[in-house]
């Protein structure tokens, strides 16, 4: 199931066209497929970050709606990534071949921010960037998301509230 989630958001954010989804729906989808990626170790994961955010930056029709796009990918990102940690990174070999796949490396980023996209269609800016300033690669990001991960388990493991619904459930399924 959650394999197939992940390709239909392969599928969703790099084969719809701009008349499909709205920004903030694309941005979601990058966002999504960039956690499942970085928490696979997909070996292409730098070159999506850097893709996906030039993408996000270029079609942003505004600041404002620039702004709500980051947030709305960097949710998603976190809310993949935690989720596929979630469900012990299952099915990461295939989640890898498909991330490395994906179209989006057929795009070609230009200097100023202009994207040349794989079905030839071009994305200029709304303002000219240096699209190198765009994403710095950083080595401990796949540990510091799962340092925050576990921080968010063991928070929730102390919880006495958690606790009282977990030996309530294991009495339940003890038939007590």
Not at 15 to 25: G, I
Not at 60 to 68: F, K, L, R, T, V
Not at 83 to 109: E, H, V, W, Y
Not at 125 to 134: F, H, M, S, V
């Amino acid at each position: 199931m959650k394999k197939s989630v992940l390709f239909a958001f392969l599928l969703f954010a790099f084969n719809a066209t701009a008349k499909d989804v709205s920004y903030v729906e694309e941005v979601q989808s990058l966002g999504a497929v960039a956690g499942q990626g970085l928490a696979c170790n997909a070996s292409k994961y730098d070159s999506f970050e850097l893709l996906a955010r030039a993408i996000m930056v270029s079609k942003a029709p505004s600041d404002a709606a620039q702004a709500e796009g980051m947030k709305a990918y960097n949710e998603y990102k976190a809310t993949a990534f935690i989720s596929k940690m979630r469900d012990g990174l299952a099915d990461c070999k295939a989640i890898n071949q498909a991330f490395d796949k994906q179209s989006i490396f057929r795009a070609t980023l230009y200097g100023d921010g202009t994207i040349k996209m794989p079905d030839g269609k071009i994305i200029t800016p709304r303002k000219p960037y240096d699209a190198t300033l765009i994403y710095q690669k950083d080595p401990e990001m796949r540990q510091k998301y799962i340092d925050y991960y576990q921080k968010k388990m063991d928070k929730m493991h102390a919880d006495p509230a958690y606790q009282k619904a977990l030996r309530e459930r294991m009495a339940q399924d003890n038939g007590f």
